[in-house]
Each structure stands twice: as structure tokens, then as C-alpha cells.
């Protein structure tokens, strides 16, 4: 139950952070690029039993 609720967590700051948004243009692609990250190895985690 917890993990879900992260992982749709990440997922909604995932979207957040991407540079299309009018507030995060000038950040690039590094915010989006590490939750990216951080939830592809929850899903991971996730998907192998050990979250």
C-alpha cells in the first residue's frame, strides 16, 4: 500500500518537473531526470517484491 502511494507520488512530481511547464523551463532536464531515476528503481523494487 505505501509503495503505490509513492510511486504515484514520484510520478506526479515526475510531471511536475518536466520543462514544459511555464515555471520549470529554465531548469532543464535535470529535476525530471533524477525522480525519473528514483522512481524507475522503485518500480523496480516494487516489481521484485522487496517494497
Known sequence: MLGTILIV?????????L??????QKWG??????IGLILLILVI??????L
Open 9 to 17: 507520488v514520484l510520478v506526479l512530481l515526475l510531471l511536475g518537473a
Open 19 to 24: 520543462p514544459t511547464w511555464p515555471h520549470s
Open 29 to 34: 532536464y535535470y529535476p525530471s531526470g533524477a
Open 45 to 50: 523494487l516494487f516489481l521484485t517484491g522487496r
